[in-house]
């Protein structure tokens, strides 16, 4: 894991995203995710099968979506 600093970056210079979707969203079809983190160069999405940690069983690269979204469907 990175041990993140921001240095006080005004997060209001970045891109709005208005969507109602950031997260999780599972149906019975397919399950969404996308996050918000327009300063990401790359983001991946590590699956686990439990919530406790151990090796990913899965790891995922995101796509760059609109204004400083990340998704994964």
Do not use: C
């Amino acid at each position: 894991m990175h041990n993140w600093h921001f240095n006080h970056i005004d997060f209001s210079d970045y891109p709005h995203y208005a969507g109602d979707d950031l997260g999780v969203i599972w149906s019975s079809h397919k399950t969404s995710f996308r996050i918000w983190a327009p300063t990401a160069r790359m983001v991946e999405l590590r699956l686990y099968r439990t919530g406790k940690g151990g090796r990913p069983v899965k790891v995922v690269q995101m796509e760059k979506g609109t204004n400083g979204t990340w998704i994964h469907e």
